[in-house]
Nanobody
């Protein structure tokens, strides 16, 4: 069994910052990839950022504002979000790929509003 738990969401004003964390625990032998998706009301879930080994990728609208990083020893991935805008408002989901199986967290709400 693998558990994926996110934390760090909340309400922030435009231009502010938040840091999301996601930890995988349980039967975690070898993580292939970790990353973050988000889903805004009425929209499809979209990839925000992903990391495989030391290689990262970002959705175009967050490039230069968001940074993904990981601590492999802790099976944890982070998403540093700066210069937040209202369009970043969504539920953010962490995903972890172990071998060929993908595990999802429950999601954490990020709201950007004045």
């Amino acid at each position: 069994q693998v558990q994926v738990v996110e934390s760090g969401g909340g309400l922030v004003q435009p231009g502010g910052s938040l840091r999301l964390s996601c930890a995988a625990s349980g039967t975690v032998f070898s993580i292939y990839a970790m990353g973050w998706y988000r889903q805004a009301p009425g929209k499809q879930r979209e990839l925000v950022a992903g990391i495989i080994s030391s290689s990262t990728n970002y959705e175009d609208s967050v490039k230069g504002r968001f940074t993904i990083s990981k601590d492999s020893a802790k099976n944890t991935v982070y998403l540093q979000m700066n210069s937040l805008i209202p369009e970043d408002t969504a539920v953010y989901y962490c995903h972890v790929t172990i071998n060929t199986k993908v595990y999802w967290g429950q999601g954490t709400q990020v709201t950007v509003s004045s």
